[in-house]
């Protein structure tokens, strides 16, 4: 009680030692011009002092920024970051020489004097002059020393890959994770403390808890693999003529994703123009049974000839399903836990079958299997019979200490268990390999595909996937990928579009060895010792804004290039952004040559080259 009596005293104190400087302000900006106090007079002061105290200071020199931590693929290289930028609000009531502050504003900001002058005509209250200014461009507008004039902070999230590995990352909205990592993670990459309890797969090193200073988040993703599968999985719905497909690249041993992606995707910097990439995308989606039913069928008859059975006999000479009864499957499929709900922080586990909604269209029955779900059982049966949690939270970065933060042995450890003897994994294993398909023996491949009528109530729905999964090496794999596509227009496919599985066993063929490759490569930890230049390059292009009002393309005398020699990048960009040039940025720092030069016409110029040099 005698603590919280103490505590209201002080608030007290402080509030009225706020209200007398306050005053006191008000009164010695009244005596400085020998004038008595009138209430308009007063007001002003006051605002004058009000924001002092509770505007944002346009002096960035004097406090390190508290960002939301970026992400990182395994390599460090930058997935989602963000920047500090600075919005300049003026109040005209309370500039004294107008015409001096258009001119000066002008200058820092690259806009049109008589736009300025047009703004602050028309604007008695509080006017937002420009926005996504710079650190530099800040210092500048401290320089003036300008009473009415002042900047306040904000905070821009940036995609350096825009689409890639999109439906993984997510995206924030005013700083608060909204999809995805970003949303699976929001409480890690805010700043503030969190406990372990609160991420439990992390190694806390002692620690009670994190998040005192800036964490970072490093992810298993493999940037140079997830653009590879993304490729080959575009291309190959277009010559295919499928609307949608998804690709997983999973490490067969531990569970650590590898590569994660969906197609169609969307940028994350542009995300509402997706309304509807709230969700994981065809990853929600349930992989059809009959797509994977071959390899349930030989597993359940490994199963039940025991540890010292021989070898299945192949498909062509074999009994139809090995005779096997229908629950005998679905007990093998319960073996290996293919049903299983997944408890993980990837998007879709929280939405796996124990949670379905009945009214989801992508549900067709108790037997549901997501592509997570399914790459996870499969991992079982050539691993040995070891069934663990897939995951894509690789580690933490603390900034300020320099120091990394790795997975739970403990944690991870807890999460697995066997689902086979080793005997009878390494028996299902090597049946299992009688059923690929490649021409290599360095590698499994499996492909299916399915096309019928699913009845759900008084309706029904067609359902026509493609299914192509491949491990290597063949006899112990480590990696495996999966990817399944899906048709929304009915068979026949329309003329000159690829079609049937060989084309998609083509397809594993040529991706599994290259992706096992960049897969396997070493995962460089040394961790930047500063952000990545181009990577801040692309975004000030993508924040382009155009402060001029008036397009210098209607000028009688045509557009002409301007002079952005000595500026920084930002300056240039806003000067060049009315006339709907395309730019090149090369290097990093203040730009020293352009192309074209300052005063040549820009007709017909379609693209600006930029080169930038770091001051020494």
């Not at 920047?83 to 609000?89: G, H, I, V």
């Not at 890959?161 to 990459?189: M, Q, R, W």
């Not at 349930?296 to 192949?314: D, H, N, Y």
């Not at 080793?422 to 360095?442: H, V, W, Y």
Request: hydrophobic fraction near 35%; charged fraction near 25%; aromatic fraction near 6%.
């Amino acid at each position: 009680m005698s603590r919280a009596a103490r505590k209201k005293t002080r608030n007290r104190k402080r509030k009225f030692a706020v209200t007398f400087i306050v005053i006191l302000l008000a009164a010695a900006g009244a005596g400085l011009y020998r004038l008595p106090p009138s209430l308009l007079d007063i007001g002003r002061n006051i605002r004058l002092a009000a924001d002092k105290f509770s505007s944002h200071s346009a002096d960035v020199s004097s406090a390190e920024p508290v960002l939301r931590g970026t992400v990182f693929d395994r390599n460090l290289n930058e997935l989602a970051v963000s920047y500090q930028l600075f919005s300049l609000y003026i109040r005209p009531a309370e500039i004294t020489d107008q015409q001096e502050a258009v001119r000066t504003l002008s200058q820092v900001t690259g806009t049109k004097e008589s736009t300025l002058k047009n703004r602050l005509k028309k604007s008695s209250g509080l006017v937002k002059l420009a926005e996504n200014l710079d650190e530099e461009q800040v210092a500048e507008v401290n320089d003036m020393n300008m009473a009415g004039v002042f900047c306040k902070e904000q905070e821009e999230r940036f995609y350096p890959e825009h689409e890639t590995a999109g439906d993984l990352i997510g995206y924030t909205e005013e700083g608060i994770g909204l999809a995805g990592v970003e949303a699976a993670f929001d409480t890690v990459l805010q700043h503030g403390e969190f406990r372990s309890a609160s991420l439990q797969e992390i190694d806390f090193q002692g620690h009670s808890v994190l998040g005192t200073s800036k964490l970072d988040l490093v992810l298993t993703i493999d940037l140079e693999t997830q653009k590879k599968v993304e490729e080959q999985l575009r291309n190959y719905l277009k010559k295919g003529g499928a609307t949608k497909g998804l690709a997983i690249v999973i490490n067969a041993k531990t569970g650590a994703i590898i590569a994660w992606a969906g197609q169609p995707s969307f940028n994350p910097n542009y995300f509402w123009q997706e309304p509807e990439k709230t969700q994981a995308g065809m990853f929600r989606e349930t992989v059809d049974s009959e797509l994977y039913r071959r390899l349930m069928v030989r597993g359940a008859a490994v199963l039940k000839s025991g540890e010292q059975a021989q070898k299945l006999l192949p498909v062509t000479i074999a009994a139809h399903d090995y005779n096997l009864q229908k629950n005998e499957i679905m007990q093998f499929e319960q073996h290996i836990n293919l049903h299983d709900s997944l408890s993980c922080s990837l998007p879709v586990c929280a939405k796996t079958k124990s949670q379905n909604n009945e009214t989801d269209q992508n549900v067709s029955g108790a037997d549901d299997v997501i592509a997570l779900q399914l790459i996870t059982a499969v991992a079982s049966m050539v691993n040995g019979g070891w069934k663990f949690t897939p995951y894509i939270l690789d580690s933490l970065y603390e900034t300020s200490l320099d120091r990394f933060y790795s997975r739970s042995r403990e944690f991870d450890t807890n999460r697995r268990r066997r689902n086979l003897s080793p005997s009878m994994g390494i028996l299902l294993r090597r049946n299992l390999l009688e059923t690929n398909q490649a021409a290599s023996k360095d590698f499994f491949l499996y492909t299916e595909s399915v096309s019928r009528i699913v009845t759900q109530g008084a309706m029904s729905r067609y359902i026509i996937q493609d299914m192509m999964i491949g491990a290597m090496p063949a006899k112990s794999p480590e990696m495996i990928t999966l990817m399944v596509t899906q048709q929304d227009h009915l068979n026949p496919k329309p003329k000159g579009v690829e079609k049937g599985v060989k084309k998609l066993a083509d397809l594993g063929r040529k991706i599994i060895p290259s992706v096992y490759s960049l897969a396997k490569q070493q995962v460089q930890r040394d961790y930047p010792s500063s952000r990545d230049f181009s990577n801040y390059n692309r975004f000030l292009i993508s924040r382009r804004i155009d402060f001029q009002g008036d397009n210098p393309a209607s000028d009688q005398k045509g557009p002409v290039m301007p002079l952005v020699t000595g500026l920084s990048l930002r300056k240039g960009l806003q000067r060049i952004n009315p006339y709907n040039v395309q730019v090149r940025v090369e290097g990093s720092g203040r730009i020293v040559t352009q192309q074209p030069e300052p005063g040549k016409s820009l007709h017909g110029v379609g693209e600006c080259v930029l080169v930038l040099e770091s001051e020494i």
